[in-house]
């Protein structure tokens, strides 16, 4: 019974390309975000939606799309793939509090654009 | 004044030995200071967490002590275990509709059998 699932695992594709990561919550929170982790293993946030509305946009290419179809559900989609997006990208999800609060991981999707 | 500064970038203990990873953040917001383990392959998972009204909390082998003047808090893990072979991330967040987390440049520990 997986918290937060995201698909694919792994995505390898060309320069130029353009693919989607879907991601699903089921611990019934009001915010999901997506992170991105580099080569180094460095976690930067890159969007953060509440309530199906974007929160965060963290200066990120607007190649970068997300999309909230419901509150449990956060997909991300990427216009020509550059070799620089090559990296693994996690969704989280978290309740939404007056203070700061666990955020739960997916497993994570690696991208490798050649 | 967003950043969280993590060290150090590698650590290797023997079994049974401590380990200790420290992180120092800036901002006087943050309330909410948690560390997560990452094996390869997966998502970083809750370790353990503290508040700045606490100045330790400890859950098994694991402990938090957090230094609020000092703009401080470290991560023990006692008795270290082969299996806690891992990367181990800080991070800092506060509360609200930007509840992000804002994470260190992590720690890779390597406990030798």
């Known amino acids: 019974d997986t918290a937060v699932s995201q698909t694919p695992k792994y995505l390898v594709t060309q320069m130029g390309n353009d693919k989607s990561i879907k991601c699903e919550q089921n611990?019934?929170?009001?915010?999901m975000y997506w992170y991105k982790q580099d080569s180094k293993k460095f976690l930067k946030i890159m969007f953060s939606?509440?309530?199906?509305?974007?929160?965060i946009n963290e200066t990120v290419p607007n190649r970068f799309s997300p999309k909230s179809p419901d509150k449990a559900h956060l997909n991300l989609h990427i216009n020509s793939l550059e070799l620089g997006d090559s990296a693994v990208y996690f969704c989280?999800?978290?309740?939404?509090?007056?203070?700061?609060?666990?955020?739960?991981f997916g497993q994570g999707t690696r991208l490798t654009v050649v | 004044q967003q950043q969280v500064k993590q060290s150090p970038q590698s650590l290797i203990v023997q079994k049974g030995g401590i380990s200790i990873i420290n992180c120092a953040y800036e901002n006087t917001a943050f309330d909410y200071f948690p560390w997560y383990q990452q094996f390869p392959g997966k998502g970083p998972a809750l370790l353990i967490a503290i508040r700045p009204d606490v100045s330790e909390k400890k859950e098994g082998r694991f402990t938090i002590s957090f230094n609020k003047s000092a703009k401080q808090f470290s991560l023990h893990i006692m008795d270290s275990q082969p299996g806690d072979s891992a990367t181990y991330f800080c991070a800092a967040s506060m509360g609200g509709a930007t509840n992000k987390l804002i994470f260190g440049t992590g720690t890779l520990l390597a406990v030798q059998p």
């Open positions: 989280a999800s978290s309740p939404q509090t007056l203070t700061g609060a666990e955020a739960f």
């Open positions: 939606y509440n309530n199906k509305e974007l929160i």
């Open positions: 611990l019934g929170h009001d915010t």
